[in-house]
Each structure stands twice: as structure tokens, then as C-alpha cells.
């Protein structure tokens, strides 16, 4: 049965117990198990017939049993979508379980609670009673339970965005069934594999985890799981142009769904199918299935958002501007209404990377239309949304719109040309805004910028310098990204650069310009970054504050190797503090510098925070980034998710550490970390790392950044000037590895 064999298990089944053991355990496992097989096979009445017998037969003489048959009845009435039932069975199974001290039950309520939590749709429900399942789960030994419970949270995770995490936890799914022998939740972990590769863009690897999966899937007879391998394998030949390849995997899943029960599952092959019409042409039929989809009790709200989606791009295709506009306009709404109602932060900045593709649609919808003004606004939408909605007054805590920004009146404001990129599969765009006019110029897919990036930004790291090194990409990313609006950017300007995607990694001062010889990008002008066109809006560009105040962090006490002294924090901070009288300055260093302190110091008094010590950037939970300083009790982080808890002023925080910026990007969100936290607790300008910093430039970067600063300079001059003093020094300094990680982040 566990192993998804259930006909061979019913077989296995088939006898009458001698009378003696008429009453005993082993006639409760009997109804029992030939439950679960019938409720797996969808031979409901059946499954319900076993599962009373067990149920009665407990009550009577096996009460240790009770809520296993509790538990069992509510997957059976999980499976038939009566979700009211389940969730009464679970919680009645849940409280036998604490009375009788059955930690095993209670590890598979609690998932079993997790799955419930999935079909309502809260998914941030269902990884939070996941992991409570795992916790136990995992102390009991218990493996089998925990390969289901792993591919649980990893389907939450993967319908949350959280793709990193997602294809973790599938990869110890898939690992723990295979020792446990549970040849079905293989199945299942390897089509989620194909499925988070998708979503990641490597399709390669996307169509060969779904091939295995299909495989095992046809050997196990199992016709359910076939299903859902051939609509991924459908929606990846789709997304490669395959329309033939397409349709003949759809036309075998509807096969194959003609003896199938699952509702749920059919309303996925018909989105597809759908999807498939409209790529072939065949708008009519596209359009009847999507709207019959949309008007379905049965379907799940996401499937809703992409059965609208598609009705909204085939009346665009039908020439209905207007309808299509309208249908589009409504899913948006809708995802942002669903984004905004999670709990938990970090779900609600990971939510868009497996959504944003309906923004990219609507994006390309109007760009079709001649409307980039319209396209430029939804963009925008989908860019920072939990930044800007953190930084809400409380009494405007349930605010759910902004007030549109007007580009061309914020360019005028900041005096500035603002780059606003968007990065998409198909189509990539960047938006020139100047104080006169906004263009909208066309760039090659995410698949050519993406690779460039990368092989960019890891030859920096390996110390190339790109106006020495032959072949370098910064050239070839300044003609991608820069060349094209070049003319409408005057040398000695400012640019507010508004990223997106991998673009968020990439310091755009490094990349190499070409006349009148080559040069970097940062000796044509002063660049400040922004994650959004309202959040852009919120702020304001001042001098400097008079008779400003100092927080000087760091130069910790190590207490763990991985993050040992640094030999310059005391000269960097010595430098720093000099720029301050002592009368308005506040240190913490050495044992004084500890998390605790940082709070009871009264952060929120000072226009200026600046830390010298060690950093960490947490990938798979950006908001556990750190700032690492003294410890005190058990920890010597100072975490992002504690930092967004006490309102800040500052006009400029200084994380001189490294990572500072964070090494994950979120769709619409961009790189969150020590930056982003800074951010949303209120400080006005933030500089942070993208990368490891150098323990001997960084303090004569510092040193000039504050007499910039001191002499009256805007946090982005005072940068400009002060990593150019490296780049025209002699030795490695002049290398962007030594003055390109730190950037500068227009806040609130």
C-alpha cells in the first residue's frame, strides 16, 4: 500500500480472519489498510465501508486505534473534497493522539493537516504545520514519514516561489524514499524536480526529471501520477514551441484520464489543452475551455489566475483590447490580493517568482497595443511590493494601492535619468526616463543577459580587471544594457538604475564604455540604485543633515572561526569616527558590540549607522542574513528579520560588510538582505555589498566616502568620488573587486 501498489495490496487482503482474532488489532489494520487502498483507488463507498468497520471495531475493543481510523477517514474525505469533514476527522485524530501520546499519529496528523492546508490554498498554513510534522516526524526516525513530509513542504514551498528551497527539500524527498522504498513519492519528488526546474528557467533538466518520472510512473502502472508527468512534459514542449510534441502528450493524459477520477487533476490537462489552442490558433476553442475553466467552483484559485490570463491574451489575440485589458487588470488584482494576504514576509517577497509571468504578459499586451506608458505602470506593480507596504504608516496598514508614480516628474525631481529594466523569456525591455520624455527600448531575452551576468560577475570575483582582461563581458553588457539609451544620458549625470532579475547582481559602474576610449561606466556618472518607481517616490534627495549624529558598530569580539577578527575594523572605524565630534557620535565596539546593545542604544536617535564587522547572507531564508558581532547569550547575529523591527531615520546606513546586499533575488523584490532590512525599517539611504569586501580598501574607501559627506556631498557623489580615488590609484585597488561591491540604495 505504501508503496503505491494498491491492487496488490487489496489481494494481499483478501481473507477471513479466524474468530479468535475477530476483535483484535490486526482485524483494525485489516479494515484499515484495504481503506486507504480503496480511498487511493477512488472506490469511495468502498473505502468508506473499511474505513467505518475499522472505525466501530476500534471504538469497541482497539481504542489505541481510534485515531488512526480518525485519520484515514479524514484523507478519504480529503480525497473526495469534502475539506470541512477532513479537517474535523484530523483534529479529532490530533487530540487522540496528545491524550494517548502517540507521537507517531501525531507527526501523521500534523501532516496530514499540511496537505489540507494545501488544497485550501495556504500554503504558508501548510509548511507551518509541516514542519511541526517533520520536527517529529524526524525525532521518531520515522523515514518514510519524513520523505512525505519533505515533498510536502517542497510543494508549498514551490507554489509559494520559493524555488530554492523547494528543490532542496524535493532532492532529500526523493533521497529518503528511495531508502524508505516508497517508489510513488519518488515519482512525485522527481516530477516536483521538473516542475521547480521549469520555473527556474532550465528546461533541460526540467524535460529529464519529468521523463524519469514518467518512467517510473508507466512501471508502477500508476495512471494518476502519469497524468501529471505528461502535462508537465505538455507545458515544457509549449514553452519551446513544440505544439505537436505538446498536444500528443495532452492527448494521451486525456486518455489516460478517462478511467481516472481525479476532477482536480482534469482541470489541469484542459488548462493546457487550452493553452495549446491558443498557441495553435484555434482562439475559439482556446476561449470557451479557459472561461469554462474560470467559471468552475472546483478550480484552485491559481489555476483560475492562468485559465484569466489566457482568456485575457486570446481577446488580445482576437483584437478585443478592451476585454483583454479588463481580464488582465483582474487577475493582477487578484494575485496581489493573494500575495498581500500571507502571513509570513518572506512568503509574501517569494510569492511573485512563479506569478510574475502574468505581470510579463500584461507588460507585453500593452506593449503590443503602443501603450509603454500603461506598461512601464505594470510593471511597476509587481516591483517591491513588501518593501513599500512594510514602510506604511500603522495607521495605513491596510493601504493596498499607491498613488501612480509619475517617471518623467521623478526624473525632474532627482535631476537624474532613471533606467527602469524588465527582464522576461521572450521579451526584454528597458524604460529611458528623462525630466522630457520616456522611450521604450527593446533588449534580448533573460536567456542571452543571464549568462553574461554571471560569467561577468565571477570574473571580477576572480580579480580579472576588465579594462585589461581580453573578452571581458563588461563590453559586451555596456552594448546590451547602456549603449542603446547612451544618447539620451548626458556624461556627468546622475542615473537611478531600477533592476530587475539577475540585473540586481551587477554593478553597472564597472561595465566598460567604449568612447573615447575605454573607460568604466562610473567616470561617466553618479549612480544610485532603487527597487521601485514608489518607492522612489517616498523619497527625497537632501545634503546631508547638520550637526549630525554617529552609530559606530563594530570591530567584534570572534567567537567562531568561520568569521575570525578583522585586522583592520578598529583603523576603518578610528577613520570613520574622526569625521564626528565625540559629543555626537555613539560606539560600540569590542565586548560592547552585541546584538542586545545595538537595540538598547537607541538605533532610531541617529542620522547616520555605520558598521564594521562581518556579514553573512542567508540564501535559503534571506531574512536570517546577519550582521555578526559580539556574542551575547547564545548568538552574535544581529539578523535582518530583527532589524525590520525597530523604525529607523537615518539618513544613511553603512553595512561595510560582506554580502550586505544579499545573494537572492525575488521576482519583483530584488536582492533581500542586511540592504533590503535597512531599508524597511526606515533609513533613507542604505550602502551595502554585493560581494566579499576587502579588509585593506575598504577603510580608505570609507575614509573618503565621510569627507565627501563632511564637505556637503549627497550619499551618491561622496561614493562616486571615493571608489574613484581607487580606480585611479596604482596596485589592485583599481580593481572593481576592491571598489564596485559596495552600492548605493535609495530608501524611504
Given amino acids: 500500500m505504501r508503496e503505491g501498489l494498491y491492487e496488490d495490496s487489496l489481494a494481499l487482503l483478501k481473507f477471513d480472519l479466524p474468530p479468535a482474532l475477530a476483535s483484535s488489532d490486526i482485524a483494525v489494520w485489516q479494515e484499515l489498510t484495504q481503506g486507504s487502498d480503496y480511498s487511493y483507488l477512488a472506490k469511495f463507498a468502498e473505502a468508506m465501508n473499511a474505513l467505518e468497520k475499522a472505525r466501530a471495531l476500534a471504538e469497541s475493543s482497539q481504542p489505541q486505534l481510534l485515531g488512526e481510523s480518525l485519520l484515514r477517514l479524514g484523507t478519504l474525505a480529503s480525497l473526495q473534497l469534502n475539506l470541512v469533514k477532513a479537517q474535523a476527522d484530523y483534529r479529532a485524530a490530533l487530540d487522540l493522539a496528545h491524550q494517548q501520546k502517540n507521537a507517531f499519529l501525531e507527526a501523521s496528523v500534523l501532516g496530514s493537516l499540511g496537505v489540507l492546508a494545501t488544497q485550501l490554498e495556504r500554503f504558508d498554513e501548510s ?424 552609530f559606530l558598530v563594530g570591530d567584534a569580539v570572534s567567537s567562531d572561526e568561520q568569521f575570525p577578527p578583522l585586522r583592520q575594523a578598529a583603523r576603518e572605524m578610528a577613520l570613520v569616527e574622526g569625521h564626528f565630534p565625540e559629543e555626537r557620535r555613539r560606539i560600540l565596539a569590542g565586548a560592547d558590540a552585541t546584538p542586545p546593545s545595538y537595540f538598547t542604544a537607541g538605533p532610531e536617535r541617529f542620522d547616520f549607522l555605520h558598521f564594521v564587522t562581518h556579514g553573512t547572507a542567508s540564501r535559503t531564508h534571506p531574512l536570517d542574513s546577519a550582521v555578526i558581532l559580539t556574542k551575547s547569550g547564545d548568538s552574535a547575529k544581529l539578523y535582518a528579520h530583527e532589524i525590520i523591527t525597530r523604525p529607523l531615520h537615518a539618513y544613511l546606513v553603512t553595512v561595510s560588510a560582506c554580502d550586505g546586499v544579499g545573494t537572492r533575488s525575488y521576482a519583483g523584490e530584488g536582492l533581500v538582505g542586511l540592504s533590503w532590512a535597512f531599508l524597511r525599517a526606515g533609513a533613507h539611504n542604505v550602502i551595502a555589498s554585493l560581494w566579499e569586501v576587502n579588509d585593506d580598501s575598504t577603510p580608505r574607501l570609507m575614509d573618503e566616502l565621510y569627507k565627501g559627506v563632511r564637505a556637503g556631498q549627497d550619499p551618491a557623489t561622496a561614493l562616486r568620488n571615493a571608489k574613484l580615488s581607487l580606480v585611479r590609484s596604482s596596485g589592485n585597488f583599481r580593481k572593481p573587486f576592491y571598489w564596485a561591491p559596495f552600492q548605493l540604495y535609495a530608501g524611504s
Avoid at 496598514?397 to 525632474?412: G, M
Fill in 127 to 550: 509548511i507551518a504545520w509541516n514542519r511541526q510534522a517533520l520536527e517529529a516526524a524526524r525525532f521518531l526516525g520515522a523515514l518514510s514519514l519524513i520523505a512525505k513530509i519533505e515533498g510536502n513542504i517542497a510543494w508549498s514551498y514551490l507554489k509559494m516561489g520559493d524555488l530554492v528551497n523547494s528543490l532542496a527539500l524535493n532532492k532529500d524527498a526523493e533521497r529518503d524514499a528511495l531508502s524508505a522504498g516508497l517508489q510513488q513519492d519518488r515519482v512525485l519528488s522527481m516530477l516536483q524536480t521538473g516542475a521547480i526546474y521549469f520555473f527556474m528557467g532550465d528546461y533541460a533538466s526540467a524535460v529529464s526529471e519529468s521523463q524519469k518520472a514518467l518512467g517510473l510512473a508507466r512501471a508502477l502502472k500508476d495512471d494518476g501520477d502519469a497524468i501529471y508527468c505528461l502535462q508537465n512534459l505538455a507545458v515544457m514542449a509549449l514553452e519551446k514551441g513544440q505544439l505537436s510534441e505538446a498536444q500528443q502528450h495532452i492527448d494521451e493524459a486525456l486518455h489516460l484520464e478517462s478511467q481516472a477520477p481525479d476532477q482536480s487533476q482534469k482541470l489541469y490537462t484542459r488548462l493546457t489543452a487550452a493553452d495549446i489552442a491558443a498557441r495553435g490558433n484555434d482562439l475559439s476553442k482556446a476561449e470557451q475551455t479557459f472561461s469554462l475553466l474560470f467559471a468552475d467552483p472546483q478550480s484552485p484559485v491559481s489555476l483560475r489566475w492562468e485559465a484569466q490570463a489566457g482568456i485575457a491574451e486570446v481577446h488580445a489575440a482576437q483584437g478585443k483590447a478592451l476585454a483583454a485589458e479588463r481580464e488582465f487588470n483582474e487577475a493582477i488584482a487578484n494575485i496581489a490580493k493573494a500575495q498581500r494576504e500571507l502571513q509570513e514576509e518572506e512568503f509574501r517577497f517569494s510569492f511573485l517568482s512563479s506569478s510574475i509571468r502574468f505581470y510579463n504578459a500584461y507588460v507585453d499586451f500593452f506593449i503590443a497595443q503602443h501603450r509603454p506608458d500603461d506598461a512601464l505602470a505594470v510593471a511597476e506593480r509587481s516591483r517591491a511590493q513588501t518593501l513599500t507596504a512594510g514602510l506604511t504608516e500603522p495607521s495605513q496598514a491596510l493601504v493596498t494601492t499607491f498613488p501612480r508614480a509619475n517617471p518623467q516628474q521623478l526624473a525632474a525631481r532627482f535631476h537624474s535619468t532613471l533606467l527602469f529594466y524588465s527582464l522576461g523569456i521572450r521579451h526584454s525591455y528597458l524604460w529611458v526616463i528623462t525630466p522630457q520624455k520616456t522611450t521604450l527600448l527593446s533588449l534580448p531575452p533573460q536567456s542571452e543577459i543571464d549568462p553574461l551576468v554571471k560569467s561577468y560577475r565571477d570574473r571580477i570575483l576572480d580579480g580579472d580587471n576588465p579594462l585589461e582582461a581580453p573578452n571581458s563581458p563588461a563590453a559586451k553588457l555596456y552594448s546590451v544594457l547602456i549603449a542603446p539609451a547612451a544618447k539620451l544620458i548626458p556624461r556627468n549625470s546622475r542615473v537611478i538604475v531600477l533592476p530587475d532579475g539577475s540585473l540586481y547582481s551587477l554593478n553597472f559602474e564597472t561595465l566598460i564604455a567604449p568612447d573615447p576610449a575605454p573607460h568604466y561606466w562610473i567616470q561617466d556618472v553618479t549612480l544610485t540604485n532603487a527597487s521601485s518607481l514608489t518607492l522612489l517616490q517616498r523619497s527625497r534627495s537632501t545634503a546631508p543633515p547638520q550637526n549630525a549624529r554617529l
